[in-house]
């Protein structure tokens, strides 16, 4: 089993950054594919960045691109997502995810083994 834990959200004004932090703990010894999604109420979960552990290539969702950094901690088995320039549309919960699989494609949730429990992030106008 692995746990992940998210932490950082908030609610901040357009524009602003924010910093989430996702720790992961349990049988981590072989990880592949960590990720971030996001879901607002009553919408289907939406990817918005992805990393491959070992290469650490790192994939952005068009949304994304040019304002978040997905980065590890492999030291602290600690996954981060960097947000600067905030929108309101970016308001969601946004949830870590995990796989032991070198899965192929990481935009899609249901490729992920774990999942974390989700922290809120609110952009105001």
């Known amino acids: 089993q692995v746990q992940l834990v998210e932490s950082g959200g908030g609610l901040v004004q357009a524009g602003d950054s924010l910093t989430l932090s996702c720790a992961a703990s349990?049988?981590?010894?072989?990880?592949?594919?960590m990720g971030w999604f996001r879901q607002v109420s009553g919408k289907e979960r939406e990817f918005v960045a992805a990393?491959?552990?070992?290469?650490?290539?790192?994939y952005y969702a068009d949304s994304a691109k040019g304002r978040f950094t997905i980065y590890l901690d492999r030291t602290k088995n600690t996954l981060y997502l960097q947000m600067i320039s905030l929108k309101p549309e970016d308001t969601a919960v946004y949830s870590c995810?995990?796989?032991?699989?070198?899965?192929?494609?990481?935009?899609?949730?249901?490729?992920?083994?774990?999942w974390g429990q989700g922290t809120q992030v609110t952009v105001s106008s």
């Open positions: 990393i491959r552990w070992i290469s650490d290539n790192r």
């Open positions: 995810a995990y796989t032991r699989t070198d899965i192929m494609t990481v935009t899609t949730a249901f490729a992920y083994d774990y």
């Open positions: 349990g049988r981590t010894i072989v990880t592949r594919v």
